[in-house]
């Protein structure tokens, strides 16, 4: 009976963290000797004077920060790169609707892997197949390996632009600006048609998405990297009032103050600084650092494989190795990523969700590692299919080489 009456939230267990050196990514910026306090999967406290919590973990001089954000990747929808039967992150027939929570596995074992990378929410992304370019939509989701760990669905529109294998770029940015006018101009009409066929039903599907995208509902995600290409979003920006997020976008850079103009943020690869292409010749160490600099909202990110997300620690090391501000850097895997995407996490503040990672050292520096996690209050295992390989294949055992017991 007591249990029925008392409400849940009382009933909630309380966990400080104490001694920690606190990255906050807010304007209180480092917290040295801080502590937090967490109750029902949210941040309540942030250096408060006196602790009182049910569970206190001395942090002894580690370092807390906020989780990381994996943002524009194949997580949970591709589990080995070369093997086909894997890999649910595109299909020829996918269009804008292409809806990535349907084949998303949080059971995948490339989710622990990003655990240890400190990354505890991620933001998946399709694929565009070569002979179209939308991708489909994003979708959120926590990095718990739950089956509730998808927390957003239908968030984005994704798509890609630029060279093309065979013909022109200009039918990409066309098929995009045309889509756009006729559903600005559908919009007008006193009293639009609904089409009586079944079978015009996905366009009834595609038109929505693209009536969000208008309405300033919906993000649209572009790769996009040829300054020229740039320049063309911008303009379809500000004629029909679009929120935009360039993804890739080598030549942001001859570009910059226009993007701080129009408050358009990017998302990077610190670590492409090598020309891939003739589209990709500004790619530079020092792009995240100068677009900053510049005013632009970066985020960082890793390729868009499933595996490689964890090495997004690395990215932001490298962007701080050549230029970028260690405190953006930071707010580059957390607080940026989760404005852009709409995500209530990305800060250690009162209010936020609880998720934090405590380190034995600086997170970006290579040798650092991850001591514990917590995804909204609740402590995740960080250990990974590799290390029960390492550990199945270094115990002795009277088995053949290979095996155990």
């Known amino acids: 009976m007591l249990a029925v009456t008392v409400p849940w939230s009382a ?21 040295a ?9 949210k941040i309540i406290a942030v250096n408060p004077e006196n602790i009182e919590a049910d569970t206190i973990i001395d942090a002894n ?21 070369l093997e086909a039967i894997t890999q649910d992150n595109k299909d020829k027939k996918a269009d804008m609707t292409f809806d990535p929570s349907l084949g998303f596995n949080p059971k995948s074992t490339a989710i622990p ?17 070569e002979d179209s370019i939308f991708a489909g939509q994003t979708i959120a989701v926590e990095l718990t390996g739950e089956w509730d760990s998808i927390i957003a669905t239908e968030q984005a529109l994704f798509l890609k632009l630029g060279a093309v294998k065979e013909g022109s770029r200009v039918v990409g940015m066309q098929t995009l600006k045309n889509k756009l006018e006729e559903r600005q101009q559908a919009a007008k009409e006193v009293n639009p048609k609904t089409p009586d066929n079944p079978l015009m039903a996905e366009s ?32 379809l920006k500000q004629r029909f009032g679009l929120s935009l997020v360039l993804l890739g976008a080598a030549d942001a850079i001859s570009v910059a103050p226009l993007l701080a103009k129009e408050k358009i943020p990017v998302v990077i690869n610190a670590m492409r600084n090598l020309p891939e292409s003739f589209d990709s010749l500004n790619n530079a160490s020092n792009n995240a650092a100068k677009l900053t600099q510049a005013g632009v909202k970066v985020i960082l990110t890793t390729g868009g494989d499933a595996h490689g997300i964890y090495a997004l620690r690395y990215s932001a090391g490298h962007a701080v190795a050549n230029g970028m501000e260690y405190s953006a850097a930071m707010k580059a895997v957390t607080a940026n990523a989760a404005d852009v995407f709409q995500l209530d996490a990305g800060r250690i503040a009162v209010g936020q969700s609880a998720d934090v990672v405590l380190w034995n050292d600086d997170p970006f520096e290579y040798s650092s590692h991850v001591q514990q996690m917590w995804i909204a209050g609740e402590e995740q295992t960080v250990e990974s299919r590799q290390d029960l390989l390492r550990d199945r294949y270094m115990t002795k055992s009277s088995m053949p080489a290979a095996y155990s017991q």
């Open 11 to 31: 009933l909630a267990q309380t966990l400080a963290i104490t001694n920690a050196k606190i990255y906050t990514s807010t304007e209180k910026g480092v917290l």
């Open 33 to 41: 000797n801080a502590s937090i306090v967490m109750e029902a999967g």
């Open 61 to 81: 001089g580690g370092v807390l920060t906020p989780g990381f954000i994996g943002v524009m990747n194949s997580l949970g929808l591709v589990e080995i790169e």
């Open 113 to 129: 892997f990003a655990r240890k990378g400190g990354i505890t929410r991620n933001v998946v992304a399709a694929s565009a197949e």
């Open 204 to 235: 009834v599907r595609e038109n929505a998405v693209i009536d969000a995208v208008l309405a300033g509902k919906k993000t649209l995600i572009v790769s996009v990297d040829r300054g020229s290409d740039i320049v063309q979003l911008i303009k």
